[in-house]
C-alpha cells in the first residue's frame, strides 16, 4: 500500500533561513496592502478573493533581491495572506453591530481590539488544527497547492511576477479613464429603468379559503418594472472572476441574474403601489428600485450565504472534531515528552 503521509518539499533535517526579520517586515506589508484591497472588495463585491497568489509571486520577486530561501518566501507570503482573512472577518462581522443599533459609530479602538483577539484566536486554531488538516491528504487544497506549485517553480527561476506587475499596470490605466478623479472617459456602467405596461393575476378573494370551482377570484392589477444594469467596467471585479475561476463566477453572474431579473420585477410588481409615491416625490424608479432591491432582495441573498457557510461547516464537523482532539492530544504528548530533538515541521508555537 502506497504511504500517503505528507512529505514536505523540503525535508524536516535541512538547516535553512525561514523566521528572518525581512520575511516578516514583507509580509506584514503585504498584508496590510492586501487586506485593505480584499475589505474594500468585499464591501464593494460581496465577497474577497484569495491574497495567496499576489503574495507568493510578490514575496518571491522581492526576496529574491536579498537572496531569500523558499521558507522565507513562504512566511513573507502566509503572514501577507493573513490579512485577507482577516479584513474579511472584519468587514463581515463589525458592520452588523451598526445595522443593529449597538453602535451608533464605528469605534476605532474597540474595532482594533476586536480584531487582534480574533486574529490570535485563529492562530491558535490553526495550532490545534494543523497536523489534521495538512497530513490528511484526501482534503482538497487548490489555492495552497497551487500556491505551493508557484512557490516551487520560483526555484527554477521562474517567478511570474513580471504578470502579476503588468496586470497592475492595466488595471491602473483602465482606472485612470473611468475614474471620476482621473481622465473620465468611459462610465462604470450603463443603467436605466424599463417601465412595463398595466399587467393583472388573479388571486383568491380573502373570504375564500380553500380553490375551488365556486371559490371567488379577485383580480390584482398592477405596473411594475424592470431595472437594468450592464456588468461594471472594473478590473477588480475582472481580477476577482479571474482568480476565484469559471464555476464560482458563473454562480455570482446567476445569483446576480436571479436577483435583478426575476426577483426584482416580481418585488416592483407587487409592490408598486408602495413605491409609486415615492417616484410622485421626485425620486427616479432607477433609484427607487436600487433602494427596493436593498431591503428586500439583498436579505435574501445575505439568507443563502449563511445557509452555504453552516452547509460547509456542517461538512467539515468530522475533521474539525478529530482535529480538536488530536491537537489537544499532541499537546499533552509535547509537555509529557522530556526529549528536545524535535522535527522542524512537528515544533507548534507554544500555548
Known amino acids: ?54 503574495a507568493a509571486v510578490i514575496s518571491m520577486a522581492v526576496l529574491r533581491l536579498f537572496k531569500g530561501t523558499i521558507l522565507e518566501e513562504n512566511i513573507a507570503r502566509t503572514t501577507g495572506a493573513v490579512g485577507e482573512a482577516l479584513a474579511a472577518g472584519a468587514i463581515f462581522t463589525l458592520p452588523a453591530f451598526i445595522m443593529t443599533g449597538v453602535w451608533s459609530e464605528f469605534d476605532y479602538v474597540k474595532s482594533t481590539l476586536l480584531m487582534l483577539v480574533g486574529g490570535i484566536l485563529g492562530v491558535l486554531l490553526v495550532i490545534i488544527l494543523r497536523k489534521t488538516m495538512v497530513e490528511d491528504t484526501t482534503l482538497p487544497y487548490p489555492e495552497s497547492r497551487a500556491c505551493s506549485e508557484i512557490v516551487k517553480a520560483g526555484q527554477g527561476g521562474q517567478s511570474g511576477a513580471k504578470f502579476v506587475f503588468s496586470s497592475i499596470g492595466l488595471a491602473a490605466f483602465i482606472e485612470l479613464f473611468k475614474n471620476p478623479n482621473g481622465i ?128 460547509t461547516l456542517f461538512k467539515m464537523r468530522k475533521s474539525l472534531i478529530s482535529g480538536i ?26 500555548f
Open 184 to 311: 473620465l472617459i468611459i462610465k462604470d456602467s450603463v443603467r436605466g429603468f424599463l417601465q412595463f405596461g398595466l399587467s393583472k393575476i388573479n388571486l383568491l378573494n380573502a373570504k375564500a379559503q380553500v380553490l375551488t370551482a365556486g371559490a371567488q377570484k379577485a383580480e390584482f392589477s398592477q405596473k411594475g418594472g424592470m431595472l437594468l444594469q450592464s456588468p461594471a467596467a472594473s478590473p477588480a471585479f475582472l481580477g476577482v472572476g479571474y482568480i476565484i475561476g469559471f464555476k464560482l463566477s458563473a454562480i455570482t453572474f446567476s445569483g446576480g441574474l436571479f436577483g435583478w431579473l426575476f426577483l426584482m420585477p416580481i418585488v416592483l410588481f407587487l409592490m408598486y403601489n408602495n413605491l409609486h409615491p415615492f417616484v410622485i416625490a421626485g425620486n427616479s424608479w432607477i433609484n427607487v428600485a436600487a433602494s427596493a432591491y436593498n431591503s428586500t432582495v439583498k436579505p435574501i441573498a445575505v439568507g443563502g450565504m449563511l445557509v452555504g457557510a453552516f452547509y
Open 1 to 54: 500500500m502506497a504511504d500517503k503521509r505528507f512529505k514536505p518539499f523540503i525535508p524536516a533535517e535541512t538547516r535553512m533561513k525561514e523566521l528572518t526579520f525581512k520575511a516578516l517586515f514583507l509580509g506584514v506589508i503585504l498584508a496590510v496592502i492586501l487586506g485593505a484591497a480584499n475589505a474594500y472588495l468585499g464591501l464593494k463585491a460581496g465577497m474577497t478573493v484569495a491574497a495567496t497568489f499576489p
Open 325 to 350: 482532539v488530536r491537537g489537544v492530544s499532541d499537546i499533552k504528548t509535547s509537555k509529557d515528552s522530556k526529549s528536545n530533538k524535535i522535527a522542524r515541521t512537528e515544533k507548534d508555537a507554544p
